[in-house]
Nanobody
Framework: QVQLVESGGGLVQAGGSLRLSCAAS????????MGWFRQAPGKEREFVGA????????AYADSVKGRFTISRDNSKNTVYLQMNGLKSEDTAVYYC??????????????WGQGTQVTVSS
């Protein structure tokens, strides 16, 4: 089994920045992808971005491209979601997940507990 532990959520003003962390343990992660998803009230779970453990290749949703950056620290089995220029529309519970392909939640087998990000205006 894999355990994903998220941290870094909180309340931030619009235009501010926040960095989320997700530490993974339980298995090796080569040939896997760490994805970030979010779910806001009244909306379905939405893909935010993903990074490959092996290559650092990334993918982002159009809604966050240019504002959010995913990075990794393989020695710590940790991925980060740096969020800049936050908007009220970014308010959601953010989840990290381990899977084999980006974009679709069904491609991910393990999920973190989620961390709340609230952007005030």
């Amino acid at each position: 089994q894999v355990q994903l532990v998220e941290s870094g959520g909180g309340l931030v003003q619009a235009g501010g920045s926040l960095r989320l962390s997700c530490a993974a343990s339980g298995r090796t992660f080569s040939s896997h992808i760490m994805g970030w998803f979010r779910q806001a009230p009244g909306k379905e779970r939405e893909f935010v971005g993903a990074i490959s453990w092996s290559s650092s290749s990334t993918a982002y949703a159009d809604s966050v491209k240019g504002r959010f950056t995913i990075s990794r620290d393989n020695s710590k089995n940790t991925v980060y979601l740096q969020m800049n220029g936050l908007k009220s529309e970014d308010t959601a519970v953010y989840y990290c997940a381990l899977g084999n392909a980006p974009y679709i939640s069904q491609n991910y087998d393990y999920w973190g507990q989620g961390t709340q990000v609230t952007v005030s205006s």
